[in-house]
Nanobody, 119 residues
């Protein structure tokens, strides 16, 4: 059974750091692009970062570029999102997703982990 489980979300002060983890089971990460998305209250889900399944190319939304880092460990079937210099607008539910195509909506998704950035 395909399963993605996110963890690591919590309440953090502005300027703080968090590392989100995504544990994958039911398939291997090889040849899968992996992505992190987020949805803030009252807003649409948006892409944060992704890493491709072959050469490890990465993409970051402009809003997180230079502060967030995505990584993957295929041997452990894990994907990570290191988030530094967090801002209040980063408050959202963060989702991990996997796809073998360019259509994320048809890929596999986790249930999300809540990140709250507030003093």
């Amino acid at each position: 059974q395909v399963q993605l489980v996110e963890s690591g979300g919590e309440l953090v002060q502005p300027g703080g750091s968090l590392r989100l983890s995504c544990a994958v089971s039911g398939f291997t990460l090889d040849y899968h692009a992996m992505g992190w998305f987020r949805q803030a209250p009252g807003k649409e889900r948006e892409g944060v970062s992704c890493i491709d399944g072959t050469i490890g190319s990465t993409y970051y939304a402009d809003s997180v570029k230079g502060r967030f880092t995505i990584s993957r460990d295929n041997a452990k079937n894990m994907v990570y999102l290191q988030m530094n210099s967090l801002k209040p607008e980063g408050t959202a539910v963060y989702y991990c997703a996997a796809t073998t195509t360019t259509n994320w909506a048809r890929g596999a998704w986790g249930q999300g982990t809540q990140v709250t950035v507030s003093s």
